[in-house]
């Protein structure tokens, strides 16, 4: 039993990997589609390279968007809409306009025309009330149909037969003329608009009902394909009613429900296909990034980004399929290049499009332009935390997008009349959303605790408190230190390593000696020396010390794993060369590793670059008299010596990459003594 739980302790990260590869392959099959796959890519406008097809069951063939469209149109457009008629209204309006008659009209003039003027009046209010009285205009064409409601029956009448508001003075006023009451038109008018009321209503709720109920009746298909009947022979080319057909087809078979049995093999088949996909990412790490390989949060946070993607993308499908290309895919090699590096950002960006690509509608067109993206992504940003850069890098990208979707609409269609600006705006939104990796990316600093160049940017700030401390305290390791970011720098630029990160690496390297600044030559400002009332070993373990206090400064000051790397290694396990030749003077017997730094050795190019550059600068300071000649051979000598001793051999460092950095070292030091060319006498 011990034996099984020491194994199991000794290979944690490997369990641990192997639990995260099946739960992310497990989320990602969860999130794809459980329909069926049709076999068939459907190229419109080109030859069917397949064998001939013919329908495997009877299926019906479907409505093109346009042909659904017009419908929709054609129905709204015939559409009778619905009023409400209040029958009552006419009897009470007769009521009250003969009750007005007596109030308007002078008694002498009703002792000899009442009874012809209540005539009048209940003639003319009936006919205001024949088809009715609409107060709302609904700008419909004279001769619309439409329905009165009187109770539960529906008459139907043009809609210019229906008299309205804005329309009643100049009925009226022809009425009262046609009966020749113009010497009482002023009475008779106030009468009317005393006691006329609007009795006709639109009935907007039913004129919908009925309206969507049309609309939900539309059939989306169009004839019947029978099984066993030929679709397309081989050679054919698909396009028109071709077309059409397949897409039925393919719809169809995706939409056909599966048997539990048929339901549990397309879940194998997910299955097998994403944890290939997934095995292959790993299979990458673990060869050619071995060091994030190993790291199970650098692992977990990539896995973490493939999920977060399809997820994201699934979310905008069911909401509307339309929107697909707002998602900004792009971010996803963005964050791992600001992390890790191009290569492995683009791997995983294709791994994931191709995972996508189960869920998303004409999978090849959406690859293509994805994985073009990818690449101008990787290709254009250079230095993400210069704002600049992503804004021109994001215009590059939508323009690509916008490209490529150009020239697949025109090969599928032969015509530019069908590119739809909608999709255009689709693609400004997801580069408008590729912005958000910036504080994306700040966000994953907190929770995954790594960090990016934009975070660098900020550590390389000389006013920040930490190298304030180091100036105030130590100003000769300050200034050391500021001499070797220069020359780390412009090393790394030149042999294409993280030229911010060895930057901000020697910056912090030396942090340690501030803990005893003065038993630092480059902090000794009299010629009193610290060291000559110790023994040599003495002061050799105070030179090491500044190693093991530089590491408790950076992890108490909170700095990241990536610049308290460049303090433990910027030493490796070299000696202290100067007290071990001292003490062997005096003792024969001195063993090395008393003298020697803990390590561990540089482990990659940055800190074997820092190691360089900080050894070249500290020791140049011992030269009383530099020339180009002594400078040379002086660099080399240091360097070789490292090589010699095996300090290099972890760090995936070339000789020619080595022999760039001395280039650069002897060049930079000597502009740093200002060395002339000597001219011959």
Same mark, same amino acid.
């Given at each position: 039993?011990?034996?099984?739980?020491?194994?199991?302790?000794?290979?944690?990260?490997?369990?641990?990997?192997?639990?995260?590869?099946?739960?992310?392959?497990?989320?990602?099959?969860?999130?794809?589609?459980?329909?069926?796959?049709?076999?068939?890519?459907?190229?419109?406008?080109?030859?069917?390279?397949?064998?001939?097809?013919?329908?495997?069951?009877?299926?019906?063939?479907?409505?093109?968007?346009?042909?659904?469209?017009?419908?929709?149109?054609?129905?709204?457009?015939?559409?009778?809409?619905?009023?409400?008629?209040?029958?009552?209204?006419?009897?009470?309006?007769?009521?009250?306009?003969?009750?007005?008659?007596?109030?308007?009209?002078?008694?002498?003039?009703?002792?000899?025309?009442?009874?012809?003027?209540?005539?009048?009046?209940?003639?003319?209010?009936?006919?205001?009330?024949?088809?009715?009285?609409?107060?709302?205009?609904?700008?419909?064409?004279?001769?619309?149909?439409?329905?009165?409601?009187?109770?539960?029956?529906?008459?139907?009448?043009?809609?210019?037969?229906?008299?309205?508001?804005?329309?009643?003075?100049?009925?009226?006023?022809?009425?009262?003329?046609?009966?020749?009451?113009?010497?009482?038109?002023?009475?008779?008018?106030?009468?009317?608009?005393?006691?006329?009321?609007?009795?006709?209503?639109?009935?907007?709720?039913?004129?919908?009902?009925?309206?969507?109920?049309?609309?939900?009746?539309?059939?989306?298909?169009?004839?019947?394909?029978?099984?066993?009947?030929?679709?397309?022979?081989?050679?054919?080319?698909?396009?028109?009613?071709?077309?059409?057909?397949?897409?039925?087809?393919?719809?169809?078979?995706?939409?056909?429900?599966?048997?539990?049995?048929?339901?549990?093999?397309?879940?194998?088949?997910?299955?097998?296909?994403?944890?290939?996909?997934?095995?292959?990412?790993?299979?990458?790490?673990?060869?050619?990034?071995?060091?994030?390989?190993?790291?199970?949060?650098?692992?977990?946070?990539?896995?973490?980004? +493939?999920?977060? !993607? &399809?997820?994201?993308?699934? *979310?905008?499908?069911?909401? =509307?399929? @339309?929107?697909?290309?707002?998602?900004? #895919?792009?971010?996803?090699?963005?964050?791992?290049?600001?992390?890790?590096?191009?290569?492995?950002?683009?791997?995983?960006?294709?791994?994931?499009?191709?995972?996508?690509?189960?869920?998303?509608?004409?999978?090849?067109?959406?690859?293509?332009?994805?994985?073009?993206?990818?690449?101008?992504?990787?290709?254009?940003?250079?230095?993400?935390?210069?704002?600049?850069?992503?804004?021109?890098?994001?215009?590059?990208?939508?323009?690509?997008?916008?490209?490529?979707?150009?020239?697949?609409?025109?090969?599928?269609?032969?015509?530019?009349?069908?590119?739809?600006?909608?999709?255009?705006?689709?693609?400004?939104?997801?580069?408008?959303?590729?912005?958000?990796?910036?504080?994306?990316?700040?966000?994953?600093?907190? +929770?995954?605790? !790594? &960090?990016?160049?934009?975070? *660098?940017?900020?550590?390389? =700030?000389? @006013?920040?408190?930490?190298?304030?401390? #180091?100036?105030?305290?130590?100003?000769?390791?300050?200034?050391?230190?500021?001499?070797?970011?220069?020359?780390?720098?412009?090393?790394?630029?030149?042999?294409?390593?993280?030229?911010?990160?060895?930057?901000?690496?020697?910056?912090?390297?030396?942090?340690?000696?501030?803990?005893?600044?003065?038993?630092?030559?480059?902090?000794?400002?009299?010629?009193?020396?610290?060291?000559?009332?110790?023994?040599?070993?003495?002061?050799?373990?105070?030179?090491?010390?500044?190693?093991?206090?530089?590491?408790?400064?950076?992890?108490?000051?909170?700095?990241?794993?990536?610049?308290?790397?460049?303090?433990?290694?910027?030493?490796?396990?070299?000696?202290?060369?100067?007290?071990?030749?001292?003490?062997?003077?005096?003792?024969?017997?001195?063993?090395?590793?008393?003298?020697?730094?803990?390590?561990?050795?540089?482990?990659?190019?940055?800190?074997?670059?820092?190691?360089?550059?900080?050894?070249?600068?500290?020791?140049?300071?011992?030269?009383?008299?530099?020339?180009?000649?002594?400078?040379?051979?002086?660099?080399?000598?240091?360097?070789?010596?490292?090589?010699?001793?095996?300090?290099?051999?972890?760090?995936?460092?070339?000789?020619?990459?080595?022999?760039?950095?001395?280039?650069?070292?002897?060049?930079?030091?000597?502009?740093?003594?200002?060395?002339?060319?000597?001219?011959?006498?």
């Amino acid at each position: 039993m011990s034996d099984f739980v020491n194994r199991l302790y000794k290979n944690q990260a490997l369990f641990y990997k192997v639990f995260l590869f099946i739960l992310t392959s497990v989320l990602i099959v969860y999130l794809l589609p459980k329909g069926g796959k049709f076999k068939y890519d459907i190229p419109k406008g080109k030859p069917w390279q397949y064998e001939n097809l013919y329908a495997p069951f009877d299926f019906a063939i479907l409505k093109t968007d346009e042909e659904i469209s017009a419908e929709q149109q054609e129905i709204q457009k015939s559409h009778i809409p619905y009023y409400n008629f209040d029958a009552e209204k006419e009897e009470r309006v007769k009521n009250d306009a003969l009750v007005e008659v007596n109030n308007v009209f002078a008694d002498s003039t009703l002792r000899v025309y009442e009874t012809i003027v209540d005539n009048f009046v209940q003639k003319t209010v009936g006919k205001i009330y024949q088809f009715g009285l609409l107060q709302e205009s609904e700008r419909l064409e004279p001769d619309q149909l439409v329905y009165l409601l009187k109770g539960n029956e529906a008459s139907e009448v043009e809609y210019s037969r229906i008299l309205k508001q804005g329309q009643i003075r100049g009925f009226l006023s022809e009425e009262i003329s046609t009966a020749g009451f113009n010497s009482f038109k002023t009475e008779l008018l106030e009468v009317f608009f005393n006691s006329i009321e609007p009795n006709v209503t639109f009935n907007n709720d039913l004129t919908q009902k009925e309206l969507q109920s049309k609309l939900n009746n539309i059939s989306y298909t169009r004839g019947i394909i029978e099984q066993g009947s030929r679709i397309i022979a081989k050679g054919e080319v698909v396009e028109g009613n071709k077309f059409h057909i397949l897409r039925s087809l393919k719809a169809e078979y995706e939409s056909q429900v599966w048997s539990q049995t048929n339901y549990n093999w397309i879940i194998v088949g997910y299955s097998t296909l994403v944890a290939l996909a997934l095995l292959m990412l790993l299979l990458f790490m673990r060869k050619y990034r071995p060091n994030i390989f190993e790291n199970n949060v650098k692992v977990t946070f990539i896995f973490f980004n +493939i999920i977060f !993607m &399809v997820m994201l993308t699934t *979310l905008v499908i069911n909401f =509307d399929i @339309n929107y697909v290309y707002v998602v900004p #895919l792009c971010i996803l090699p963005l964050t791992l290049k600001a992390f890790f590096d191009a290569r492995l950002g683009l791997f995983t960006h294709v791994i994931t499009v191709l995972l996508i690509g189960f869920i998303v509608p004409n999978s090849y067109e959406y690859m293509f332009l994805q994985i073009i993206a990818g690449i101008v992504t990787i290709l254009t940003i250079s230095e993400l935390y210069k704002r600049a850069n992503l804004f021109i890098s994001v215009g590059q990208i939508t323009l690509v997008y916008i490209i490529a979707y150009f020239a697949f609409t025109i090969i599928q269609e032969g015509t530019v009349d069908d590119i739809s600006a909608e999709v255009f705006l689709t693609f400004l939104l997801g580069g408008l959303a590729t912005l958000f990796v910036q504080p994306l990316i700040y966000v994953y600093e907190k +929770i995954f605790g !790594m &960090v990016s160049d934009m975070s *660098l940017l900020e550590l390389s =700030d000389t @006013n920040s408190r930490l190298l304030k401390q #180091l100036a105030e305290k130590a100003p000769g390791t300050f200034h050391h230190s500021l001499n070797v970011a220069n020359l780390a720098e412009a090393a790394a630029n030149e042999i294409q390593a993280n030229a911010m990160l060895v930057r901000v690496g020697a910056l912090y390297h030396d942090i340690g000696k501030m803990h005893y600044p003065t038993y630092f030559t480059e902090n000794q400002t009299t010629s009193v020396n610290s060291h000559d009332e110790l023994s040599p070993i003495e002061s050799a373990q105070i030179i090491i010390e500044h190693v093991i206090r530089g590491i408790e400064i950076a992890k108490k000051n909170n700095l990241p794993d990536r610049v308290i790397d460049f303090i433990r290694t910027h030493h490796g396990t070299s000696t202290v060369y100067y007290f071990y030749k001292k003490e062997k003077e005096n003792n024969e017997n001195a063993a090395p590793d008393d003298f020697r730094y803990p390590g561990p050795i540089p482990f990659s190019k940055e800190t074997a670059i820092l190691m360089m550059c900080d050894s070249v600068e500290a020791a140049s300071k011992s030269l009383k008299e530099p020339t180009a000649v002594l400078i040379d051979s002086f660099v080399e000598k240091i360097i070789d010596k490292q090589m010699d001793e095996g300090q290099f051999l972890n760090s995936n460092i070339t000789f020619k990459e080595i022999q760039t950095i001395k280039k650069i070292l002897k060049r930079k030091l000597k502009n740093i003594y200002h060395l002339r060319i000597e001219y011959p006498e």
